[in-house]
């Protein structure tokens, strides 16, 4: 069992910066590929970004390419910096932990295996 909390939303204007902190507790957190998704009101959750067991691969969507980055910040923790906001980007973030040994960089909901119960996120024009 993996318990995940996530930290560091709030309001911020447009052009602005957040950094997004996940703490992870349980079992060993190395083991676990690492993601961040978002959903915004009356839309789906979607993947922002994953990052490997090790730390050393990252994926991202295209919509934050440039702008996040994702990385694990200690040994139980991964973080989310954002920078660039938009108003684009307002929505509740997650992370999550995945476990699948065949997807080192799972960009599915269905391939998570914990998830935190996110952070709100809102960026004003």
């Not at 009356?42 to 295209?62: L, M, P, Q």
């Not at 906001?85 to 909901?109: G, I, K, Q, R």
Request: aromatic content about 12%; hydrophobic content about 35%; some cysteine.
């Amino acid at each position: 069992q993996v318990l995940l909390v996530e930290s560091g939303g709030g309001l911020v204007q447009a052009g602005g910066s957040l950094r997004l902190s996940c703490a992870a507790s349980g079992r060993t957190f190395s083991t676990y590929s690492m993601g961040w998704f978002r959903q915004a009101p009356g839309k789906e959750r979607e993947f922002v970004a994953v990052v490997t067991r090790s730390g050393s691969n990252t994926y991202y969507t295209d919509s934050v390419k440039g702008r996040f980055t994702i990385f694990r910040d200690n040994p139980n923790t991964v973080a989310l910096q954002m920078n660039s906001l938009e108003p684009e980007d307002t929505a509740v973030y997650y992370c999550a932990a995945s476990a699948s040994a065949t997807y080192l960089l799972p960009t599915h909901t269905n391939k998570y295996d914990y998830w935190g119960q996110g952070t709100q996120v809102t960026v004003s024009s």
